[in-house]
């Protein structure tokens, strides 16, 4: 049994989410082979280091990969395997979707346990319930919910590294131009302390005013719920909830967040969450560990003050 993990990288080093995948794999007990697909990426195959083996593939149209480009690619190497391998990121969700269309077989997402091969167990219902699902394809197609798995150790082993050749055609897609949000925070999916907004932040202005401070102080990430975020509030790599990111950070706290089901989906798993609400019945207080009632201009500048006394 072969396993083919899809590396997620920046062409200098692999993201958090790999090692989440490569740790999922590791439950299904077969061999697992690392792609790292790019243009330049070489330095960062070199850090694959916790699998057998590293193929890396080197082209052109995979400099910027569109979803067709790199679905192209991993369909025609999905031959020589039993699983196909991706964190359920929105770099996965956009592409793996397009290997399982073109083979015909299902795509089983956001797996957060590994019962046995062919039998995995996933959240259904913006998690409200865990169904059990056993494939019967001959290649599983699998987006790993990366907050069930610990990280495979960044270093250690000595795989083998090997260079494929790029020899397929490229897709009638391309991307023209791509804009990414930067930020010197901490990245919200592997953030140890999470602050996230809610609609209650009232503006744009008011959002950077109140929780850009305080998750400084902290070391925090800045998220947001997917009001705030049509609200234009933030951009939308911020989101966090069923249809945004999924976070479970040590410490999570709601600011002005109402706790809609779209929006619990995507936190519910933080060890501890804090929420601060004006409103004593909003639903966000049912999964909060400790939760503050009151005015967010109020306790947000106070509880900041608070952290730079403390340091």
Not at 228 to 238: E, F, H, K, S, T
Not at 253 to 270: F, Y
Request: charged letters at 20%; hydrophobic letters at 45%; proline letters at 5%.
């Amino acid at each position: 049994m072969a396993i083919l993990v899809i590396a997620e990288h920046d062409n200098h080093s692999l993201k958090g989410a790999t090692r989440h995948s490569i740790a999922a794999a590791g439950e299904l007990g077969g061999d697992i082979h690392l792609l790292v697909a790019g243009q330049n990426c070489e330095t960062a195959a070199k850090f694959g280091q916790s699998v057998p083996r590293v193929s890396l593939v080197k082209w052109v149209e995979l400099d910027n990969p569109s979803a067709e480009n790199l679905a192209n690619l991993v369909t025609s190497l999905s031959p020589s395997y039993t699983h196909v391998v991706a964190a359920a990121t929105t770099y996965g969700k956009d592409w793996l979707p397009r290997v399982a269309a073109q083979l015909g077989v299902a795509q089983i997402s956001d797996v957060v346990r590994i019962e046995s091969p062919d039998t995995f167990v996933r959240p259904i219902y913006a998690g409200s319930l865990w169904t059990r699902v056993r494939s019967l394809d001959s290649l599983r197609i699998l987006t790993i919910r990366t907050t069930a798995f610990e990280p495979v150790a960044e270093v250690g082993g000595m795989a083998s590294l090997e260079s494929l050749p790029a020899d397929h055609a490229a897709g009638h897609s391309r991307r023209v131009s791509q804009e990414l949000h930067t930020s010197e925070r901490p990245d919200l999916e592997s953030a140890r302390i999470v602050v996230s907004g809610g609609r209650g932040l009232g503006s744009a202005e008011h959002f950077r005013e109140l929780l850009e401070p305080l998750a400084d102080q902290l070391n925090a990430a800045l998220g947001a719920s997917r009001a705030a975020v049509d609200l234009g509030y933030v951009p939308n790599d911020y989101q966090v909830g069923q249809t945004g990111k999924t976070v479970a950070p040590e410490l999570y706290i709601a600011v002005g967040i109402s706790g809609a089901i779209q929006h619990l989906a995507g936190m519910k798993d933080s060890k501890v969450i804090v929420a601060i609400n004006k409103d004593a019945e909003a639903p966000i207080f049912q999964v909060a560990d400790y939760g503050l009632v009151g005015d967010l201009n109020q306790v947000i500048p106070a509880l900041t003050q608070a952290m730079a006394i403390t340091g």
